[in-house]
């Protein structure tokens, strides 16, 4: 959604700079000169009055007739953006796959579609709009003819005759302009109302007691994280402690719950039941920007930013320091890889005459998950684009900092990445299968393994 928000941000701020606004600001004074207009002579006040109420009448037709319309038109543009945004990010699988002319045809589809809505929208309002014009025009000629057949009488004079026309004119232009610019009124509400119900759901900011450095010490009690109703729970109950100095290897199938563990660890998934937490205090103590200094991270897909390299190790700040941007790559063993590239440092991620590898990537997600020094590190999956070097420097990091103390989560089913962990937890289906010191874990699991070979060795008789 937030996409989708800042687009409903843009089209209230063009709203706001639109004469749309104006319009809507200059209808309340419409009485006003409707009730001059009655001073003038009742004749005339009840021309104008009955002129308004038809404009009203076409306003309240046009708001019937369209609203629903430009809402379509809105959510099938919004749906096209979206399919756009979402190959646009993914434009080398779409091309190696040979999926560029379905893809483009499928944007087509949604892009025409979208543009049907948003012209059967317009046509409704331009029809109307058109009319609402004719009839003032013809409204502000009779007037003037009512006004010429008083004067004649003897009941007005031409100034006022004249004066009740531009009257008029003032009254009703408001109205004629707020149905020329009904659609984009209509889409800024919808996007007001999108927005506010955006944050709503989000909530305001925690703004929580400042707490000094956490130590590395980590406590998960009971995890717990429901997978909705009818659905067996993503996280059941999973408890687990590391001591400062200590590393945990989270191990286990596919959809397990290694990544929702993770979520967890950093406070990015909404707990059912259970608690986190770090240095004696739950993640929720801690201030989301302070927490994200202590806990350092790196996903299974090494996600940069456009910036350089740098930039990125260092957190996209302004001006990251250089000694801890340095003291980062050196920790992730890639300061000698990254004085390879042309520009060193420097080097912007997106350059494509570069062309990071997804190896090179990873050592600088690495980098910038070891930036700052932060009491706990959290490894998902991070040796899924690494090679044997990139492995090697992984194992390091985290050799590293357990002699300073510090601890690590590493969760992965590759042997190589448990190999500097102090225990093991073994998932299943969400819940905890084993846990305890690595090897003994290992043995174990070597054990059962064995004992299932005997079994169906034995004809499954076991």
Known sequence: RPASATRDLEVIQSTC??????????VPFTPAFIAIIFVLHPSLGLLALAGGSVLVALACTNQIATYRRIGRAHMASSEAHGFSESAGQRAELIRSQAMVDTIADRWMELRNASLI??????????????????????????????????????????????????????ALTPLEQLLSRWPQLVQARQSWVSLAGLLETTGSPANPTKLPQPSSQLIAKGLTISGGPGTPPILYNVSFTIGPGEALGVIGRSGSGKTTIAKALLNQARLTVGEVRLGGASLSQYCPNALGTYIGYLPQEAQLLSGSIAENIGRMAQNPDSQLVVAAARKALAHKMILTLPNGYDTQIDDPKIGLSGGQRQRIALARALFGDPVLLVLDEPNSALDQEGTEALNAAIRAMKSEGRSAVVMTHRPMAISECDNLLVLEAGSVKAIGPRDSVLKAMMKNAGDIRQAFANGGHS
Not at 17 to 26: K, V
């Open 17 to 26: 700079a639109s004469p749309a606004l104006t319009a809507l600001m200059d």
């Open 117 to 170: 809505q948003a012209m059967r929208a317009s046509d409704w309002n331009s029809g109307l709009s058109t009319l609402t014009k004719s009839f003032r025009l013809f409204l502000q000629s009779l007037i003037l003819a009512l006004g010429a057949w008083l004067v004649l009488q003897g009941q007005l004079t031409p100034g006022a005759m004249i004066a009740s026309s531009i009257l008029l004119g003032r």
